[in-house]
Structure formats: structure tokens, C-alpha cells
């Protein structure tokens, strides 16, 4: 049973967000409809003093946008960071395209999303092509027919192990994680990351504890935990993820940025006071929502 911490200031709150890392930002422009845009996020993080924002699209990689906007900003200790997403538009799994992303100065490599195998089955009543007047997607997975590692996916893991980048499990099923983290050890790829892992990605309380054993972080965003509109998990949910895969793997990003959702800052908001409703100490509120993504990246935090 769920026991409620005590409620959570205002002004807590405001002391949590300074530090705090996003990444799992969705603003635009995107082809896909976004509520603000880069550079009214960028805004609200520097006000709100968050650490570092990770800026993600699923049909192209945002680091030359980014390299403008710093160009044409004053620097500031908000941290813009970008990845490099292998769907169909960028060519799936092209090393190619990982080999440039990584040389522009992504940090976030992440396996098949949209175009995953396993998102295209389970979203198969979810029209994103059609919506969108685009081609409907190829499947793609990291297994061959026989279930091995394909030799593409092989040399990415070399190229994410060389610059010292993060690996992401996109929307690959939990069953294609195990041999996906197990190759990237071997391999040498130190930072692994699983996005929402108890949605699409179909993980149980017993895979969070196996891939916190891996070394594995684990991201539950706030789009699926406050109010908004594509709320399906609650506080007891989140402490029972939490103590699953451990607070030291656990990180909270936003995965906002949909028209009917929260604004990504709002939405950190509301997660951190719904930490102290899951019963949280303000340190794991810190280490959920910036200090594990800090280190999971290699930023250094911010002062406390």
C-alpha cells in the first residue's frame, strides 16, 4: 500500500526544478503537431533553471537546429542536447547515419520507435502514417529471421561505444532489450537507457529489476503520470516502478510537448509533486528528475 509523503511546497518544487533534466522533450517544429516550440522550451527551462534539455523527433535528428539556435543565442548553463532517432526516415539502422549524428554532436543514439516491429503491432489500430499523409512505415528490428544481433545494429553499438553516447532501446519490445543491452556490454557501450519501459516496451516489475541489475536506466515520463491527456499510471505505479529498478536508475523525463498535454516544464512540475505523493525523499525527487539523467550523460549536476 501506497503511504503519501508530506505535501510538497511551492517553493520546493522551484528548488527541485533548478537542476532538473529533460530527456524526452517533444517540441518543434516537427511533422507532427507540437504545443511550443524549441525556443519557447528552451525559455521556460532557463527560467524554471533546469540543467539540460534533450530534444527528441522521431523522424529527423534536431542537433543542426540546435548548433543554430546556440549560434544565435547567448550561452547559458542550460544544457541542449540532441539524438539521433533510426526510423525510416533517417534510413533505419544506418550506420551512416549514426556516424554522422555522433560527429555533429549527438549524445542519444536511439534503436526504432515509430518504426519498430514491435510499435507497429502494437499500435496497429493507431494510424500515425495516415494522420500524417506519410508512407506507411517498414518494419524494422534489430533480429535477424534467427534472432541474432543484425551486423548493422553491431556496428552502431561500435560507433555509440567510441563516442562515449548513450544507447536507447527506442520502442524495441522488452524481449529484443535483453540481447540488444547484452551485445552493447560486449561491446563496450557504458550508458543504456530504456524509455517509458512499462508502456509499448510491455516490461514488468521483474524486467525492472533485471535491467537495473544490467546497468540499464529506466525513464518514466510525466505524460503518462500527471494530469493530462495521456495519463494511464498514477503515484502507487511509480513507487512500485521505482523500487523495482532502483532509485538510482530511475529517471523522470517529460515526454511532453502534444497539443492537449502540459508544456514539458509544467508537466516536471507536476511529476516532482507527485514524487512526494509516492512517499519520496526531495534527495530522490533530485536524483529521479536531473541527477541520474545528469550522470547518465555526463553532464555535471547543478549546485543543490
Known sequence: MLHPGKDVSAEEIDRLLRGAVDLHCHSGPSVMKRKLDHLQQIEEAEAAGMRAILFKDHFHAVGPVLDLIR?????????????????????????????????????????????SSNHMHTAHRYDLAGKLGMHQPEELSILTSRGQIR???????????????????????????????????????TRRLVA???????????????????????????????????RMFYAEDLRAYADAGGVDYTILGSDLGQPNNPNPVAGFRAVIELCFEAGFTSEEARAMTGGNAARLMGLDPLPA
Not at 551486423?151 to 552502431?156: F, L, N, S, Y
Not at 524486467?207 to 493530462?228: F, I, K, P, Q
Open 196 to 230: 517509458h519501459p512499462t508502456f509499448w516496451i510491455e516490461a514488468n516489475l521483474d524486467d525492472l529489476r533485471e535491467l537495473g541489475r544490467m546497468g540499464v536506466y529506466m525513464e518514466h515520463c510525466a505524460c503518462m503520470l500527471v494530469e493530462c491527456a495521456s
Open 71 to 115: 549560434h544565435h543565442r547567448p550561452p547559458s548553463e542550460l544544457a541542449l542536447l540532441s539524438g539521433v532517432p533510426l526510423n525510416n526516415a533517417l534510413g533505419g539502422l544506418n550506420p551512416e547515419t549514426v556516424a554522422h549524428g555522433l560527429e555533429q554532436g549527438a549524445r542519444l543514439v536511439w534503436m526504432p520507435t515509430l518504426s
Open 151 to 189: 551486423d548493422e545494429v553491431k556496428e552502431i553499438l561500435d560507433l555509440i561505444a567510441r563516442h562515449d553516447a548513450v544507447l536507447s532501446g527506442g520502442h524495441l519490445h522488452i524481449s529484443e532489450m535483453y540481447p540488444l543491452f547484452d551485445e552493447a556490454i560486449a561491446r563496450g557501450v
